[in-house]
């Protein structure tokens, strides 16, 4: 299995591009893995995590396609993850044939805004065999926390993160596939003593997770430095991560971070990596 990072910022992307403060700035000047965009991630060139507002920038940018997807996992609703006409431009709507049906796994709360979102398009309701089922080439599944299933060669489990709980459901993935497994899990603040127990038993091979505050103080729906830190630690104390494995900040937003270079140093003396845009890790 493999993952490439398609986006590795918070919601406003890094640099954010109304803002001069000297993280923004120094990205500018230093380019290459200092800019980011918003969170996506592409497995195998087939599964796709969240449909976010950045991915026709990302195939741009990356050089890449993603006209083979078959399956998307989307975290949670929030605008930077899912930007629900991405699927309209990829359907007949404008003037895309012959892509496989794809398979969209959310909450449903995210279908809701999905459906709302894309308006006329999904008139009738994206039910299996509707008629906007058909014509936007996608087949929704509701998920919820704490299950089990196959997304074809994988085996999916969900989670849940502690982000914004008042209006959604956030989900964490665990993706496993020929014995290896990823650990995706942003937005989240300090996982939930219930996903602690639901984790028991697993071996990871591949963490991204969540560090949108960085240097700055404590979060709630987020973590900084500190909490990724504890969050590790936990991990490696309940034996949940594999020999080899490697974990990886992402989610990372200006305010709080400073440019790649300097932001990888202070990680690596702490025992992890952080991702960043167009990033390919093997798992
Ligand atoms: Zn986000
Ligand atoms: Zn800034
Ligand atoms: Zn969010």
């Known amino acids: 299995m493999k993952i490439q990072f398609l986006?590795?910022?918070?919601?406003?992307?890094?640099?954010?591009?109304?803002?001069?403060?000297?993280?923004?700035?120094?990205?500018?000047?230093?380019?290459?893995?200092?800019?980011?965009?918003?969170?996506?991630?592409?497995?195998?060139?087939?599964?796709?995590?969240?449909?976010?507002?950045?991915?026709?920038?990302?195939?741009?940018?990356h050089n890449l396609s993603?006209?083979?997807?078959?399956?998307?996992?989307?975290?949670?609703?929030?605008?930077?993850?899912?930007e629900p006409r991405n699927l309209a431009w990829r359907s007949q709507f404008c003037g895309v044939y012959g892509n496989p049906m794809l398979h969209y796994y959310a909450?449903?709360?995210?279908?809701?805004?999905?459906?709302?979102?894309?308006?006329?398009?999904?008139?009738?309701?994206?039910?299996?065999?509707?008629?906007?089922?058909?014509?936007?080439?996608?087949?929704?599944?509701?998920?919820?926390?704490?299950?089990?299933?196959?997304?074809?060669?994988?085996?999916?489990?969900?989670?849940?993160?502690?982000h914004d709980p008042e209006h959604l459901v956030p989900l964490l993935y665990l993706i496993e596939r020929d014995g290896r497994t990823l650990f995706y899990a942003t937005d989240t603040g300090e996982?939930?003593?219930?996903?602690?127990?639901?984790?028991?038993?697993?071996?990871?091979?591949?963490?991204?997770?969540?560090?949108?505050?960085?240097?700055?103080?404590?979060?709630?729906?987020?973590?900084?430095?500190?909490?990724?830190q504890e969050q590790m630690a936990r991990m490696q104390a309940d034996g949940l991560l594999n020999s080899g494995a490697r974990v990886f900040a992402h989610h990372i937003a200006h305010h709080s971070h400073p440019p790649h270079s300097e932001l990888s140093a202070y990680a690596e003396g702490k025992g992890y990596a952080v991702a960043y845009d167009g990033l390919v890790v093997a798992i």
């Open 191 to 228: 996982i939930p003593e219930e996903t602690w127990q639901a984790l028991q038993g697993r071996k990871i091979d591949v963490v991204a997770m969540d560090h949108t505050f960085g240097f700055q103080k404590r979060s709630n729906g987020h973590m900084n430095a500190e909490q990724f």
């Open 66 to 82: 993603l006209a083979k997807i078959e399956y998307c996992l989307q975290t949670h609703e929030h605008e930077d993850h899912l």
């Open 7 to 61: 986006g590795t910022a918070a919601s406003e992307g890094f640099p954010d591009a109304f803002c001069d403060c000297d993280n923004c700035t120094g990205a500018r000047r230093l380019g290459g893995p200092s800019l980011r965009k918003r969170s996506a991630a592409l497995i195998d060139d087939i599964l796709l995590i969240d449909l976010g507002p950045d991915l026709m920038a990302a195939a741009l940018v």
């Open 107 to 162: 909450t449903e709360g995210a279908l809701a805004k999905l459906a709302a979102d894309i308006g006329r398009r999904a008139l009738g309701g994206l039910g299996e065999g509707s008629e906007a089922s058909v014509a936007l080439n996608v087949t929704t599944h509701v998920v919820a926390p704490f299950q089990t299933y196959q997304v074809g060669p994988y085996r999916v489990s969900t989670v849940k993160g502690h």
